[in-house]
């Protein structure tokens, strides 16, 4: 073989070699281009899910203590129709504080239960009703939190015996989280005005 034909040679297999290298990688850099954009686009979807479950978790913690926070309320209503002062001596705090619609300021379960016994026993009868109403509920801090509503008792006995029909009371209270449990640090009850009518407007 002459040498100009083992050049053509060489050549023609050089040749042959970069064809093949072109036609293996050809579909291969689309590819290559489209792994940047896509592999952002996962991580972006990610993130996006991450913070829509972060989201939904915090609202339903949130809703929970909220209805925690109701629920000291109803308790202490329906404590009261029960007669059942140790039960709402237990929503407050060990050396928590209230002040009762007539002014009385108590501090501490003992003092609580010394004081809803007597009261119970003389105003509830067996028509007598109580319920919470109208809540505003605003969290200072994850477990700290205010309530203000509306206690209305209704077909209570008076101090000179007589029923009275409806009387609505302005309650307001400070709660803080316990562990697993809110508890009232600071309650205060007054006396709201009775509309005219005798019937509450705030329900």
Known sequence: MTTKETEMNITQTYRAAMA???????PREPRAALR???HRLGLAFLACTLVIVATGSARTG??????????????????FVQKNAEQRASL??????????????LQGRAAMVKDFGPEAQQAVNGNTQAAFSNYRIRFIKPDIAVADALLTVRNVNGPDGTVIPVIPINFFYVVSRHGNQWLIEDGRAHFAPAPANGMTSRQ
């Open 92 to 105: 407050f705090a060990e050396n928590g504080t209230f002040v009762t619609p007539v002014g009385d300021f």
């Open 62 to 79: 949130e809703a929970q203590d909220e209805a925690a926070v109701r629920a000291l309320g109803d308790n202490f209503a329906k404590a």
């Open 20 to 26: 093949a290298h072109t036609i293996d990688s050809a």
């Open 36 to 38: 940047g954009p896509m």
